[in-house]
């Protein structure tokens, strides 16, 4: 290979600059289930028994795989739609009851999270299908709620994810273009509404 003149080294060294100018990362986006939090393995299970009382059969590795990224307005909806006949208020009730006792006593955060977190110093920001109580406990119980200030949620947007409404609100609060950010995602729901925001997604599998 010819090498390049000192001229059209800087030149193509500009070009470069100016290509991670337009691209460089200002905000962070995490999900908190699978990505911050190992609570998909806990939360799918009581989700499967839930469902299974319901008349709904599902296993919890059925649900891990058709579930994930989806709040769990969206799963009631989908239930609802199946049976013909509306979810009673207390099923949900008695199952985030149930989780949440479980995130107590058993909920880990993903293995090397906080020293990633540490070493990270772009902005960054929380959103998730998860309702704020939920978000919240996720955190605390594993002492990661230090991490994020900025938490966003779906009950917070009209649709939540595989649409862009979560990851835009995140992004318009924190003040960075779509562009510029960064979604740190486990799910294909997720990573399809960080795409049709018109952001950069990292698609994590580490979780449980």
Excluded: W
């Amino acid at each position: 290979m010819r090498p390049l003149s000192r001229g059209a080294a800087d030149s193509r060294s500009h070009r470069a600059r100016g290509r991670l100018g337009r691209r460089a990362v200002t905000l962070l986006i995490f999900d908190c289930d699978g990505v911050l939090v190992d609570s998909e393995p806990i939360a799918n299970e009581i989700l499967a028994e839930t469902l299974t009382a319901l008349g709904r059969p599902m296993t919890a590795a059925e649900c891990m795989r058709s579930q994930i990224g989806k709040a769990l307005s969206y799963t009631r909806r989908e239930t609802s739609d199946i049976f013909g006949r509306p979810i009673p208020d207390d099923v949900c009730a008695q199952m985030n009851k149930r989780l949440f006792l479980r995130f107590r006593r058993e909920l880990q955060p993903i293995e090397g999270v906080a020293e990633a977190l540490d070493r990270l110093r772009q902005r960054r920001c929380l959103a998730s299908s998860s309702r704020p109580e939920r978000i919240d406990l996720a955190l605390a119980a594993t002492g990661l709620d230090h991490y994020f200030d900025r938490r966003f949620s779906a009950v917070q947007v009209a649709r939540g994810k595989p649409a862009p409404d979560l990851f835009l609100l995140a992004a318009r609060e924190m003040g960075a273009e779509p562009t510029s950010a960064v979604v740190i995602e486990d799910s294909v729901s997720g990573v399809i509404g960080a795409r049709a925001a018109g952001m950069r997604v990292i698609g994590f599998v580490g979780g449980g």
